[in-house]
């Protein structure tokens, strides 16, 4: 009889003691959210598509860039057949 409150009183000790031994180790490799070392050394900054944009910035550059091309387009084509003003070319001379 002794043998076996000996025994239960170890199982009882063992399912305390192993889930509070494996916490503990995985609460002291630091925290989950940091990531793994070699990879944040590999790219310290991985939002950033350039050194002072991120990919979203970039693209939204393309996008504003290419809508004022597009509007400004009958402006430059008013500038490459002259219609943008009126000839001078006979403004001072008297017949």
């Known amino acids: 009889m002794k043998t076996t409150r000996y025994a239960r009183r170890l199982t009882v000790a063992a399912l305390f003691v192993l889930p509070a031994t494996l916490i503990g ?5 630091g925290p989950r959210h940091a990531g ?3 990879s944040i050394r590999w790219d310290p900054s991985p ?6 944009q991120r990919d979203s910035d970039r ?6 860039t290419k809508d004022t091309n597009l509007r400004a387009i009958s402006e430059d084509i008013d500038h490459i ?3 943008d003003r009126p000839s001078r070319l006979f403004h001072g ?3």
Do not use: E, G, Q
């Open 25 to 29: 180790c995985t609460s002291s490799s």
């Open 36 to 38: 793994d070392i070699d």
């Open 47 to 52: 939002a950033m598509h350039t050194t002072a």
């Open 59 to 64: 693209l939204n550059n393309y996008a504003r």
């Open 81 to 83: 057949f002259f219609l």
């Open 93 to 95: 001379v008297k017949p």
